[in-house]
Structure formats: C-alpha cells, structure tokens
C-alpha cells in the first residue's frame, strides 16, 4: 500500500505527522473494529494503512512519573514528651513483666500470651509516633524497631525466670505477623485462596 493509498484510507494527508494518523486510527478502528460489527477485512486493511503511514516514525513513549523519594524515618516520627512518654514507657515494662506467665502457663501459651503482650506494645507505640505522613514501610519498620527488643527481653527474663519458652519462639512471633499483615493488607495475607 502506497503513502497515498494509505492516507485515503485513513482520512488524512499525506503529510499528516504521527500523531494525526495515530487520532485518525482511533477514531476508524472504534468504528471499524469486527467486535463493532464492522468488517474484518476493512479492519485489517485501516491496521495496513496505519502502519504503512507510520513506518520509519518514532513511537509514542509511555509517561512515566518519578515516584516521590521516601522521606527519612526521623521525618515522618513524632517523640512524645512528659506524661505520654512515660505512659509509652510503662506499656512496654507491662509487656516485659508478661514474661512472668512463662512459670504459670504451658510453654506454647505463654509464648503466646507474651508475643501478644509485645505486639499490642508496638502497636500503640507505633500509632503514637508515626505521623499521617509514615507510609506502611515506615510503620513496619517502626513495629519492627519497638517488638524486637521487648521480645527479645521478654525471653531472657523468661530464660531468668527458669521458663523454657524458647521453644515456644513461633508461638511467640505470630501476633507480630499478624500485626503487620494488618499494616499492610495489599501483600495478599488475607486474601482468600481461589478456590
């Protein structure tokens, strides 16, 4: 098909620039499409045109946007002062006394009990110092950066106390995989299997 023919077909000059005949292209193929009760034939012979026409030009290029940088953690924190401090300080000295339920319960339950103590810890603390700017990276971190230490301290007074709760490790992390599932539902943790 020659530049002519193709331009005839199409509607548009010779001389049209790319983006004229890409206009054109659109408006014929809406009209032309076999799924708009229009003839195959004709379709492919306006996909002929249309490529005779744009033959040797440069496509389109797709915009892309630059994402926003992250901002820095420190940014996007708030530090609470006087009687909110200590609050958040005596929430987590509750959460470590709960190691004191690993001589009373079964292993399994305690690790249970005291991984739920730690995750409801860095949950309020988290939401008490992230602002509405902290994005679901900034508030995992955070959860992360308040549960691993009282988990942590939480086994070794349980450990002090002559509770074997190391083998209840799994039982312990699981409120804290929850939380951060709930953090950030868009990873597919609770959504349901196809069936």
């Known amino acids: 098909m020659t530049r ?29 499409h076999p799924d708009a009760g229009g003839s195959p034939e004709h379709f492919r012979r306006l996909a002929q045109a249309r490529d005779a026409l744009l033959a040797g030009s440069i496509p389109e290029p797709l915009p892309m946007s630059e994402p926003d940088p992250r901002a820095p953690l420190r940014r996007v924190c708030i530090r609470p002062v006087g009687p909110a401090a200590w609050s958040l300080v005596g929430l987590c000295l509750v959460a470590i006394a709960g190691a ?76 804290f ?5 709930l953090v950030n539902p868009g990873a597919g943790l609770w959504r349901p299997i196809p069936g």
């Open 4 to 32: 002519e023919q193709a331009a005839n077909v199409l509607g548009v000059p010779t001389d049209a620039d790319p983006s004229e005949v890409r206009r054109a292209w659109r408006i014929w193929a809406r009209l032309a």
């Open 100 to 175: 004191g339920v690993a001589d009373v319960l079964p292993t399994w339950a305690a690790a249970l009990v005291m991984g739920s103590l730690a995750t409801t810890a860095a949950v309020i603390v988290t939401r008490r110092i992230a602002t509405d700017q902290a994005d679901v990276g900034h508030r995992i971190t955070l959860l992360t950066a308040v549960w691993v230490p009282l988990a942590t301290v939480q086994v070794l007074v349980a450990q002090v106390l002559g509770a074997g709760v190391l083998i209840g490790l799994p039982a312990l992390a699981l409120p």
């Open 177 to 181: 995989a929850a939380a951060v599932a």
